[in-house]
């Protein structure tokens, strides 16, 4: 079966296909130095197709529909001019240097969320490369990539894209991004892509002309939603699935990342999402590698992550909001929107053991009990973060948490992140305490639409209790504040931070017990209020950490029964900036010790040396 959109079938000939299922007649308008029109023929389920003779790689062209709309390609590959002109003819030929590349397994992976247009100072996809050898440095082996596919203007999140298959321009377009992935798989890292949907953006989405894409049924607070269960879905369905594998199997991604799920409305039998991840799981066996689909929900709804064969979607992984939550209440106190339902050490210690912190308790912030169990949800099958570009970009100044809170506190967020058992994700800059805001940006055309998303924004931040000017989401400077100070990373207490994440990373994946991603074999509890006392092991190798998230030292007793414990690394260790270690270099399990405040120590008992020197 053809796929849709433009295909290159030598170096002259194209293939065509599109979905019109209400249009009598669809031409192919193609825009060269002499403009021209070709038939495209009907088929069935209105479907339009054809080849054509004199259309290679770089030539231009549009759809006319009855002889009135005249629209870029729904499944465009490329628009080199942005989303209201016409679409090109891209080829998929493309040297890669990855044939061995057979991916990260879920059990192994660390994350790095990555904004294209903020993360270097061009902004391109080319840029990222240098920087490759860095983050395989500081122990990531995944980059994560915000949605690519074509937004209006240059400054966007992505989340705004209305071209599906089309690699923003901005950022280099497809080539680039086959050089970005191949340049990742070079360098021993997997690559992750974000994608949409649950909706598209509102300036330059044409896809309610060519057919019913959307419905009333329901409605997404960002714009129509996505028809996945009303007459004409399957056809729908066609197009999106057919977009996640275009990523797979044409630009060799290791990942999707889908935003949003809770914001997909399916009442199918077989869900969307379902049919999805089963596709892709279906393409990564073809293909030889390992694929995952990793969800984002806030309806703490375990089902997304439990196999298909006893009734879940499949999906390979979940962000889980309640983790990150959890930890930012009790380091910032902040209590306004949903942090209103957290803030104690107790609920990160139920994250750190359980995965949801609310599995069906009532919720303050919802007035109504939320999420189920998540107990039987194995480890690997959460993805925890204390930043993203969500928890920073929708403050209304996108203050970053190291504009919150002092830097001991930093050191705690990337211990409980780093050293709980689930996969971590890093927000790009996070690990040397970048200054700079991480704010929402566009750039529309449209003067009405503009001003909507000013009094969007201004009334979500209004329903936080957040007062005051917002950063102009249009406005070129507030996208320029939002780019990384690289220059940052060599500099006084964004170096040390920056080390102390690699060394982290380096215990994660070189002690048994933190590499062990595993809840069967983690305990946590709490003491003294605000200490919480992680336990893990694997076989004979034991670690115990020690987190005293108050603002006075803690002693703490009761200790695990082992004969002695000996200290791998001491957030409040000069070497790490701190004011100073009290807590023992050894101990045996008769002892209480103690934690000094807004720190954290981290013991192993083994029967073998460890093969990390104690980082007091």
Same mark, same amino acid.
């Given at each position: 079966?053809?796929?849709?959109?433009?295909?290159?079938?030598?170096?002259?000939?194209?293939?065509?296909?599109?979905?019109?299922?209400?249009?009598?007649?669809?031409?192919?308008?193609?825009?060269?130095?002499?403009?021209?029109?070709?038939?495209?023929?009907?088929?069935?389920?209105?479907?339009?197709?054809?080849?054509?003779?004199?259309?290679?790689?770089?030539?231009?062209?549009?759809?006319?529909?009855?002889?009135?709309?005249?629209?870029?390609?729904?499944?465009?590959?490329?628009?080199?001019?942005?989303?209201?002109?016409?679409?090109?003819?891209?080829?998929?030929? $493309? &040297?890669?240097?990855? %044939?061995?590349?057979?991916?990260?397994?879920?059990?192994?992976?660390? #994350? !790095?969320? *990555?904004?294209?247009?903020?993360?270097?100072?061009?902004?391109?996809?080319?840029?990222?490369?240098?920087?490759?050898?860095?983050?395989?440095?500081?122990?990531?082996?995944?980059?994560?990539?915000?949605?690519?596919?074509?937004?209006?203007?240059?400054?966007?999140?992505?989340?705004?894209?209305?071209?599906?298959?089309?690699?923003?321009?901005?950022?280099?377009?497809?080539?680039?991004?086959?050089?970005?992935?191949?340049?990742?798989?070079?360098?021993?890292?997997?690559?992750?892509?974000?994608?949409?949907?649950?909706?598209?953006?509102?300036?330059?989405?044409?896809?309610?002309?060519?057919?019913?894409?959307?419905?009333?049924?329901?409605?997404?607070?960002?714009?129509?939603?996505?028809? $996945? &269960?009303?007459?004409? %879905?399957?056809?729908?369905?066609?197009?999106?699935?057919?977009?996640? #594998? !275009?990523? *797979?199997?044409?630009?060799?991604?290791?990942?999707?990342?889908?935003?949003?799920?809770?914001?997909?409305?399916?009442?199918?039998?077989?869900?969307?999402?379902?049919?999805?991840?089963?596709?892709?799981?279906?393409?990564?066996?073809?293909?030889?590698?390992?694929?995952?689909?990793?969800?984002?929900?806030?309806?703490?709804?375990?089902?997304?992550?439990?196999?298909?064969?006893?009734?879940?979607?499949?999906?390979?992984?979940?962000?889980?909001?309640?983790?990150?939550?959890?930890?930012?209440?009790?380091?910032?106190?902040?209590?306004?929107?949903?942090?209103?339902?957290?803030?104690?050490?107790?609920?990160?210690?139920?994250?750190?053991?359980?995965?949801?912190?609310?599995?069906?308790?009532?919720?303050?912030?919802?007035?109504?009990?939320?999420?189920?169990?998540?107990?039987?949800?194995?480890?690997?099958?959460?993805?925890?973060?204390?930043?993203?570009?969500?928890?920073?970009?929708?403050?209304?100044?996108?203050?970053?948490?190291?504009?919150?809170?002092?830097?001991?506190?930093?050191?705690?967020?990337?211990?409980?992140?780093?050293?709980?058992?689930?996969?971590?994700?890093?927000?790009?800059?996070?690990?040397?305490?970048?200054?700079?805001?991480?704010?929402?940006?566009?750039?529309?055309?449209?003067?009405?639409?503009?001003?909507?998303?000013?009094?969007?924004?201004?009334?979500?931040?209004?329903?936080?209790?957040?007062?005051?000017?917002?950063?102009?989401?249009?406005?070129?400077?507030?996208?320029?504040?939002?780019?990384?100070?690289?220059?940052?990373?060599?500099?006084?207490?964004?170096?040390?931070?920056?080390?102390?994440?690699?060394?982290?990373?380096?215990?994660?994946?070189?002690?048994?017990?933190?590499?062990?991603?595993?809840?069967?074999?983690?305990?946590?509890?709490?003491?003294?209020?605000?200490?919480?006392?992680?336990?893990?092991?694997?076989?004979?190798?034991?670690?115990?950490?020690?987190?005293?998230?108050?603002?006075?030292?803690?002693?703490?007793?009761?200790?695990?029964?082992?004969?002695?414990?000996?200290?791998?690394?001491?957030?409040?260790?000069?070497?790490?900036?701190?004011?100073?270690?009290?807590?023992?270099?050894?101990?045996?399990?008769?002892?209480?010790?103690?934690?000094?405040?807004?720190?954290?120590?981290?013991?192993?008992?083994?029967?073998?040396?460890?093969?990390?020197?104690?980082?007091?």
């Amino acid at each position: 079966m053809l796929t849709l959109g433009a295909h290159p079938t030598g170096e002259e000939d194209c293939e065509f296909l599109v979905w019109a299922p209400f249009a009598r007649k669809v031409e192919l308008q193609i825009e060269a130095s002499e403009r021209r029109l070709e038939p495209m023929d009907a088929g069935a389920d209105g479907y339009f197709g054809c080849r054509v003779r004199g259309m290679p790689p770089g030539s231009t062209y549009l759809y006319r529909l009855d002889d009135s709309k005249i629209r870029p390609d729904p499944a465009s590959r490329s628009q080199p001019q942005g989303v209201h002109h016409p679409s090109e003819v891209v080829s998929a030929k $493309f &040297d890669w240097e990855d %044939s061995n590349w057979k991916g990260v397994p879920l059990v192994d992976l660390v #994350l !790095y969320e *990555i904004h294209t247009g903020t993360f270097t100072p061009e902004g391109t996809f080319q840029a990222i490369i240098p920087r490759l050898a860095a983050l395989k440095k500081l122990g990531v082996n995944m980059i994560e990539l915000m949605p690519v596919a074509q937004f209006p203007g240059s400054r966007n999140w992505g989340y705004d894209g209305v071209h599906p298959f089309a690699v923003q321009n901005s950022y280099g377009g497809p080539r680039a991004l086959r050089a970005l992935v191949n340049a990742c798989h070079r360098e021993g890292l997997g690559v992750v892509l974000d994608v949409v949907y649950n909706h598209l953006g509102p300036e330059g989405n044409y896809l309610r002309d060519f057919g019913p894409y959307f419905t009333d049924r329901y409605k997404t607070p960002w714009g129509e939603a996505i028809n $996945f &269960d009303g007459p004409y %879905s399957d056809h729908v369905r066609r197009f999106f699935i057919e977009n996640a #594998l !275009y990523w *797979i199997s044409d630009f060799h991604v290791d990942a999707l990342r889908l935003d949003a799920i809770h914001a997909i409305v399916d009442n199918s039998a077989v869900p969307f999402l379902e049919e999805l991840a089963q596709e892709v799981q279906s393409l990564a066996a073809r293909l030889g590698r390992t694929v995952h689909v990793i969800a984002e929900s806030d309806l703490n709804d375990s089902r997304i992550v439990h196999p298909r064969e006893v009734g879940g979607f499949g999906c390979d992984a979940q962000w889980n909001d309640d983790f990150h939550h959890a930890v930012h209440a009790l380091l910032t106190g902040e209590r306004v929107g949903y942090y209103e339902d957290f803030g104690s050490a107790t609920q990160i210690a139920t994250a750190c053991t359980s995965g949801y912190v609310y599995s069906g308790q009532y919720s303050a912030y919802r007035q109504r009990r939320f999420g189920n169990s998540s107990c039987d949800v194995p480890a690997r099958r959460f993805v925890v973060f204390s930043q993203n570009h969500d928890q920073v970009g929708n403050r209304a100044k996108g203050d970053r948490l190291s504009a919150i809170v002092g830097f001991e506190k930093l050191k705690l967020a990337a211990g409980v992140v780093l050293l709980s058992p689930f996969v971590p994700l890093l927000f790009m800059g996070e690990e040397y305490g970048e200054t700079a805001p991480f704010q929402y940006f566009v750039s529309h055309d449209d003067l009405s639409l503009i001003d909507a998303v000013r009094k969007g924004r201004t009334d979500e931040f209004a329903r936080f209790g957040w007062q005051g000017q917002i950063p102009d989401p249009q406005s070129v400077e507030t996208f320029e504040r939002s780019r990384l100070n690289w220059s940052l990373l060599h500099i006084g207490k964004h170096q040390i931070l920056r080390e102390f994440y690699a060394a982290l990373l380096s215990l994660r994946r070189s002690v048994p017990s933190l590499s062990n991603l595993s809840k069967e074999h983690t305990k946590s509890s709490v003491c003294a209020g605000s200490s919480v006392i992680l336990e893990r092991w694997c076989g004979a190798d034991r670690i115990l950490v020690a987190f005293n998230f108050g603002e006075e030292p803690v002693r703490v007793c009761a200790l695990p029964a082992e004969k002695s414990w000996r200290k791998l690394i001491d957030s409040a260790g000069r070497r790490w900036a701190g004011a100073g270690s009290t807590s023992p270099e050894s101990f045996s399990s008769e002892e209480a010790i103690n934690i000094p405040a807004l720190s954290f120590s981290l013991f192993r008992n083994s029967t073998k040396d460890s093969p990390i020197d104690a980082a007091s």
